[in-house]
Structure formats: structure tokens, C-alpha cells
């Protein structure tokens, strides 16, 4: 559902992504992870059709989304790690805007409207504003907007940001819910307990350049460890943070 090759990113003096290759299948949910800094958010901009690659090839549902933008960005739903609202708007003429933007409208949109508003527990609010939200709120109400149009990719940035446990456990429902209706979800996280107990496949970037990709399982198997996701991501991504560290403290502190 998502093909990308040799996708690569610069700007003047860094390159953010470097020949990025993967595919991510219908019905399966991707952790991409990596520290920060890495290249998560400038591919997930790419993916959604917010940053122009300066090389590559990114296919949506077999759709190139340098040929055909309108038609590749169509099926997806995007869920920023900042998103932008029309505090002004209330949670219902929010979604209605959005709805807008991919044609749904009429009783098709007040039937999703009204689905999605009750999934994710904003029924209540639907008609106030969105600046007397909370974050948590503000934060579902962007998935709601996401999935307006039934989309068959979502590619969401962070998504827990911000979110209770109550409201996170919902949100991992609803991807697994997508997941066996043959959606993709392709999601970046620094949350690598979610990553571990939701994705099926998971890649980890580092320095712009995909640097593994498999099951939990695999990665654990390449980084020789037999514990918790966490332990193999670092190990796989260490640096020389503890040299650093020892060579500071053994400097003289006085001037």
C-alpha cells in the first residue's frame, strides 16, 4: 500500500533522509523509529505530501504521488505530532471543514461525523469550541478529521502525544481495528512500548538511512538481545554518550 524508493531528502549542508527503501503491505501496521533528529518527521512529511523529496519515489495505493498528488494524498489520512486546529471552529464544523476538502459531504459526513465524534468520545463537545478543548481532546478530534474520509493509508507522527491511558488504549484499538480491515498505518513513535506491542514491522532510521527493519523479534535477534524492544533499539543505535559523559567529569572544574 506504501512503496517507497530511494527517497532522500537535503538541504543545504545535511541530507535528512538518505535513499530510504520500504514497503509497508495493506493490513499492516509499520513503526518507524529512530532518535530524534533522525529523519522520522521529514519522511512522514514526505509520505503526507507536505515536503517535496529532492530524489525518489513515493507510491500510495499504487498511485505515484509526484504524478498524481490529488489522487495519492486522497488516500491518506495524516496525523501530525503538532497539528494545526481552527480553535474558532467548533469539534463538528472542524470535521465538517475537513470533510470538505475530500468531497464528503451531505449524509455521508453526518453519518461519519457522528460515528467518529461518538468512537472518540467528543459527541458531547461537538459543539463547542475547539480552544476550550484540552489537549487529550484537541488530539482525537485531528484522528476524527483523519479518518473523515476512509482513508486506506494513515500516517500519523507521535501519536500518544499528549493522550491519557485511557484515551491511548482507545487510539491502539482503533489502529488495530484498521489494520484487520486492510488498512495501512504507518507510525512514527518514541513510545517503543507501543511500537513493541502494536507493529508488526517496525524500521529504525538513523542518520537519515534506514538502518534495520524486521518483526520486534528480528531486531532483537540483530542487536543480541532477548529483552525489551527498548534494549535492542539502543543497542542498534548507541552512541558514545558514556565516553562522552567520563571525559567531561574528568576534567579539572576549576578555572
Known sequence: MIEIENLTKKYKKVTAVDELSLKVPAGTIYGFLGPNGAGKTTTIRMIAGTLRPTSGRIVIGGVDLAKDPREAKRQVGFIPDRPFLYEKLT????????????????????SRAESLLNLFELWDWRSELVESYSHGMKQRLVMSAALIHRPQVLVVDEPM???????????????????D?????????????????????IGIIFHGRLLVEGTVEELRAKAGESRQLEDAFLKLTGGDEEQALAEYLREDPRP
Do not use: W
Not at 463538528?92 to 459526513?109: D, I, K, R, T
Open 91 to 110: 469539534g463538528y464544523e472542524f470535521l465538517q471543514f475537513m470533510a470538505g476538502l475530500y468531497e464528503v459531504n451531505g449524509s455521508a459526513f453526518i
Open 161 to 179: 502525544v499528549g493522550l491519557d491511558p485511557r484515551g491511548a488504549r482507545l487510539v491502539a484499538r482503533i489502529f488495530r481495528q484498521l489494520k
Open 181 to 201: 480491515d486492510g488498512r495501512s498505518i504507518f507510525v512514527s513513535t518514541h513510545t517503543l512500548g507501543l511500537a513493541q506491542e502494536l507493529c508488526d514491522r
